[in-house]
Every structure is written in structure tokens, then in C-alpha cells.
């Protein structure tokens, strides 16, 4: 930039997207504006694994492990994959962790500039929306191997409840009830929500239920990491409630990683589902 | 065929200055005032929608005076300057002097050049720094001129009067509740009588330090200015004005009160 004058396209009004404004400026910088040489190119950068999330009455537990793979090999041990999007979304990311960072990114940056241009927010909705179209902006890559899966949790302020969305990589949405869980650990990580899940569950059993099925997913999913005791690597947990959202500090993870190791000591698969007509557990 | 007549560069710049500066004189004023946690911004606007004071980004903010449709594509001109650098770079990496320099540009380019009409606006763009120390108000005008600020600074109708009302009893490190009855009551204040300003009609926003959120930008709503500011009475030895001066449904000048401020005449 030699000029130091604004460029005519920034004093022209009308877009307030600014992935909209990204593609006429500097196409680029988009995750998806770059020309790939074809073949296959999944094996070439790491990949983020197990995200969960679930609602609770009041609010939403975003909560994703901290492994990174690349094939056999754990490419990074503290990888973040939760990242507050704005006040009341966050984004857990499973895929390709570069260009799945890229994106959230992008994404974020797209929730705030619309808020200040257009001076209110997007509906829930249409954050959930806009994901998508962001997403299915990265298919040629997702088709290379480079696929990259969100999952997208807020606090809906009008409707007054938690929700979650899943994607695809072609960009399609999904709402979700009650939990889901993305990336390779999540089969494990869904089975363990779906028996401990309950609709009436406080702020901290959510959060203890996210540890569990993480550390299930760990369990059975060599790509994800569970709890690390030794380097006091932990889960990142983020909550929103009408107050907005906020990361839990990493001592209070610990001390719920810790009770949960702790029960796992005498019960390694984790808390007993009670059966109907059996044994409350 | 029409021959132009000569008119010297002097003349032309002149015209084009007067012009400009009628056009923001009519406008009412904009206060940019510092505090101990931040800067606090405060215009009359009884627009609910049309803001005169935006969020441009972390830590920076952008006030204006003037033509609504010019500054307003300035403000997201700012917007997506610092978006775009934000997202190219980092977001430490959006400066208020770089958007500065950018408006100055534009500004003065605008300004100088025979074929566009001249903006007809001033701006502030406001950044918080770490320590108030760190704090820059810089005030652009219509012919792309920056000018550092320190302390307080003023733009539109009545600056010149309402610059000498803060210049009287501003002081250093004040609190958000001293710093916001200071611009209000200097934003009231004209040369005959001192008025007090509805809080429906005020647009007050901060740059605040002390929120943790990485966005430091945050609009005061008026039921928390009613409770920030109390029981307003005019500064001592003016005329007091009718005790109910929030009729309702009467948001424009009301006989007893006087209009809006008035600029000094242009010469």
C-alpha cells in the first residue's frame, strides 16, 4: 500500500460482510481463494481431533481436547480447538488445523464487523448461517483432503437457550438437541453424552459431563488426547450464558479432570448408567 | 461557450474552507474528554439510530461531526481498514495513528482537488493505551489537518465555547462519574445561559480500560446515565431553565429553552 488515501472500494457502501469485502480486496486471504496444485494433501498438516459440546437450562459447554495428529504421529500436545467467535458463540474445531484456524478466524472477524457496521448483531441464525457459507467456500480444498468440520455453539439471547449447530464440508447445517460431539473421537465421545446427558443438568455437570466424554473418546481414539497429568495439560472448556461467554481457567478443568480421574480409579469406564427395571446406578 | 473566470488558489481554497465549515457549524458538539480508566465520548444526539460516536476497533473509536453521509462512510471506510488489517496482520497491528493518516489523506485529497465538493465533517479518532500516559485523541478537519489532543478536545457547533467551559475545570485522572458531568454540563454550556441536557438526548460511549474483554468500546445506556448523573442543576449563576424540560413527545427546541448551540459567525 503506497498510497496512504483509503481505496475508493472502502468509501463505497453497501457490503457488510467482510468475507464479501475480503473477496473483492484481497481474495487471497481467503481459505478458500487460493489455487491448490491437484492431489491428495490431508497427510501434509496436522488435524484437530474430538470436540463435544451439550446445552444445559441457561446456557451451552463448548469443551475440545488438545491433541494434534499427523497419521501416527501427535503433532502438538496443547493445541487450542475452542475459540469465542464473539459475546455469545464460540467454535470448536475437527479437520485440518490450519485452515480450520484460518476460518475460525475469518468467522470471527465476520461477527464483529458486521456488529459494527451494521451496529446490532446477526440473529443466531444467521451466525449459523454464515458458518456455512464460509465453509462451503472450502470445498475444492475439503475435496484434497483439507476438510474442515465445525461445530458451532451460542447462547440464543432473544430465544433465551443454549444451541448448537453441525456442518459438513459441503457446508450443510445441522441444529442439534441436547449434545453432539465432532471429529474422530466422536463416536466415543457421543456414546458417552448419550448416557450421561440429561436436559436438567447445572452449569457444572455439564462441564463434567464435556471431561467425560472426552476422556472416553481419549480412550478408545488414539488421535485424542485425554487429560495429561504429568504436564498438567487439560481440556479447554468455554460456557455461555446470558452473562456471555467465558473460558473456565485452567485450575478449574483441573480440579474437575482431577475428580474424575480420581472416580476412574475405581471405575475405568466412567460412571454406571442405570438400566430401566435394574439397579439405580 | 462559457469562459471561466480566474479565480486565484487563494480565493478557491477559502471558499471551499467556508464552505466546509458552515456546513459543520451547524451541527451540534462532540466531546472527547480523558479519564483515569479510558476516554469518554459524549455528543448531544436525540437520534436513537444514527450514531455521531462508533466503535472502529479494540481500542479505538471514532466520533464525528457534520454531514451524517459523509462521515458515516468514513466511519466504515475505518471499519474495514482495521478489519482488514487486523486480519492480515494481527490485531496489536491496527494503530489509531495509521487510521488517522489514513482519513488525513483522504481528507486533504478530497479537499485540494477542484472536482469534489469538500467534506463537510471533523472527526476524532481515539485510541486507549495501557496507561492513560499512552491515551491519543487525534482531531482531523474537513481539509484533511490532524491535530494531537490532550486532555479534551472539541468539534462542531459551539467548540469554541464549550472548549473554554472544559479548559476552566478540566483536570487529570478524573473518575467516569466527574468526567461525564464535566463534558455534559460543558456541552449545555453557551455564552448566555447553561441548559441542562434530557439524558435521552445524549449519546455517551468509552473506550474503557478496565473491561476485559479485548473490545474496549462500550456504549452507556440512558437509564445508566440517569443514575451516573443524578439531579442536575445548572452550574451556579446561570439561568435556570423550566423544571420540566422532558415534555413529552417534545424532542426538538422548546420555547423557553434555547435552540441548540450556535456556531460563531463565519466570517
Partial sequence: ?281 | MSMPFYVSPEQQMKDRADFARKGIARGRSVVAVQYAGGILFVSENPSQALHKVSEIYDRIAFAAVGRYNEFENLRIAGVRLADMRGYAYDRRDVTGRGLANAYAQTLGTIFSSGGEKPYEVELFVAEIGDTPEEDQIFRLTYDGQVADEHGYAVMGGAAESVASYLKERYSTGASLDDALHLAVSALGHNDTEDRVIPVDDLEVAVLDRTRTQTRKFRRLSPSRLDTMLGDRVPSAGAVTTPAAPEAPGATGPQPGEPDPPVAPPVS
Fill in chain 1, 1 to 281: 500500500m503506497n498510497d496512504p488515501r483509503l481505496p475508493p472500494a472502502y468509501l463505497r457502501p453497501g457490503v457488510s460482510s467482510f468475507s464479501e469485502f475480503l473477496a473483492g480486496q484481497s481474495p487471497d486471504l481467503l481459505p478458500g481463494g487460493r489455487a491448490l496444485p491437484a492431489g491428495q494433501a490431508g497427510d501434509l498438516a496436522p488435524h484437530g481431533t474430538t470436540i463435544v459440546a451439550l446445552t444445559f437450562p441457561g446456557g451451552v459447554v463448548l469443551a475440545g481436547d488438545r491433541r494434534a495428529t499427523m497419521g501416527n504421529i501427535i503433532a502438538q500436545r496443547d493445541i487450542e480447538k475452542v475459540f469465542a467467535t464473539d459475546e455469545f458463540t464460540a467454535v470448536g474445531i475437527a479437520g485440518t488445523a490450519g485452515i480450520a484456524v484460518e476460518l475460525v478466524r475469518l468467522f470471527g472477524v465476520e461477527l464483529e464487523h458486521y456488529e459494527k457496521i451494521e451496529g446490532t448483531t446477526l440473529s443466531m441464525d444467521g451466525k449459523a448461517n454464515r458458518l456455512s457459507a464460509l465453509i462451503r467456500g472450502n470445498l475444492a480444498l475439503a475435496m484434497q483432503g483439507l476438510a474442515v468440520v465445525p461445530l458451532l455453539v451460542g447462547y440464543d439471547v432473544p430465544a433465551g437457550a443454549g444451541r448448537i449447530f453441525s456442518y459438513d464440508v459441503t457446508g450443510g447445517r445441522y441444529e442439534e438437541t441436547g449434545f453432539h460431539s465432532v471429529g474422530s473421537g466422536s463416536l466415543f465421545a457421543r456414546g458417552a453424552l448419550k448416557k450421561l446427558y440429561r436436559s436438567d443438568m447445572r452449569e457444572d455437570e455439564a462441564v463434567m459431563t464435556a471431561i467425560q466424554a472426552l476422556y472416553d473418546a481419549a480412550d478408545d481414539d488414539s488421535a485424542t488426547g485425554g487429560p495429561d497429568v504429568t504436564r498438567r495439560i487439560f481440556p479447554i472448556v468455554h460456557v455461555i450464558t446470558n452473562e456471555g461467554g467465558r473460558s473456565l481457567p485452567e485450575a478449574t478443568v483441573a480440579e474437575v479432570a482431577d475428580r474424575m480421574i480420581a472416580a476412574r480409579m475405581s471405575r475405568p469406564d466412567g460412571p454406571l448408567a442405570g438400566l430401566p427395571g435394574g439397579p439405580v446406578a
